[in-house]
């Protein structure tokens, strides 16, 4: 059974950063996605960026420039670097993973954490 675990959430500034992990157990898929997802109070929820395990790497518009998708194969864990925060970035984060080709809907992704909070003052 997979399992995500998200981590490294907070409060910051704006023009700070933070490093959000997801740490991934169980059999996912010969190939699979990896994605990061947000959802502030009220919204629905989006995506900020996905990774595949054939290299594939897209991200929002919203976060191009200043967030940085990268993961550990060693230890199946996923990061999500995020740089020049900004208070619109204020939302719950979640990891998720999918078999097959990415995606930006979240339906589409089977597997989710439980989330972290990031919180950007201004």
């Known amino acids: 059974q997979v399992q995500l675990l998200e981590s490294g959430g907070g409060s910051v500034q704006a023009g700070g950063s933070l490093r959000l992990s997801c740490a991934a157990s169980?059999?996912?898929?010969?190939?699979?996605?990896m994605a990061w997802f947000r959802q502030a109070p009220g919204k629905e929820r989006v995506g900020v960026g996905r990774?595949?395990?054939?290299?594939?790497?897209k991200y929002a518009d919203s976060v191009k420039g200043r967030f940085t998708i990268s993961r550990d194969n060693a230890t199946n864990t996923l990061y999500l670097q995020m740089n020049s925060l900004k208070p619109e970035d204020t939302a719950m984060y979640y990891c998720?993973?999918?078999?097959?080709?990415?995606?930006?809907?979240?339906?589409?992704?089977?597997?989710w954490g439980p989330g972290t909070q990031v919180t950007v003052s201004s």
């Open positions: 990774i595949h395990t054939d290299g594939y790497l």
């Open positions: 998720a993973t999918k078999e097959g080709y990415c995606s930006m809907v979240p339906h589409s992704y089977n597997h």
């Open positions: 169980g059999y996912i898929g010969n190939t699979y996605c």
